[in-house]
């Protein structure tokens, strides 16, 4: 497994930005698709935007146009950038390392195909 630290959440009014920064240590990420997840109180975790061993990317359409998740495989660090936050946005965000070299070069979306998780950094869009 990889050690994931997130940082960078806090509270912002809707319409602004934050950047999310993930970084990774141990397990070299350099194979894996990495994402970040996201869950809502009394809503289940879901996929926000992942990120490929060779830097495509998948984003949810929630936030498609809004967020880019970027990765730095020299520093072992995963981005995201939030713009055009709105109050739906809100959640603790999560950082995820997928279990498998490569994933047969596609996504999954799927928590179960994740095995290395950041402890979570919270945002919060209010005015």
């Known amino acids: 497994q990889v050690e994931l630290v997130e940082s960078g959440g806090g509270l912002v009014q809707p319409g602004g930005s934050l950047n999310l920064t993930c970084a990774a240590s141990g397990r070299t990420m350099n194979p894996y698709n990495m994402g970040w997840f996201r869950q809502a109180p009394g809503k289940e975790r879901e996929a926000v935007s992942l990120?490929?061993?060779?830097?495509?990317?998948y984003s949810a359409d929630s936030v498609k146009g809004r967020f880019t998740i970027s990765r730095d495989n020299f520093r072992s660090t995963v981005y995201l950038q939030m713009n055009d936050l709105k109050p739906e946005d809100t959640a603790v965000y999560f950082c995820?390392?997928?279990?498998?070299?490569?994933?047969?070069?596609?996504?999954?979306?799927?928590?179960?195909?994740?095995?290395?998780w950041g402890q979570g950094t919270q945002v919060t869009v209010s005015s």
């Open positions: 990120v490929s061993w060779n830097s495509r990317t």
């Open positions: 995820a390392a997928d279990r498998q070299p490569f994933r047969g070069g596609g996504f999954s979306t799927n928590m179960r195909d994740f095995d290395s």
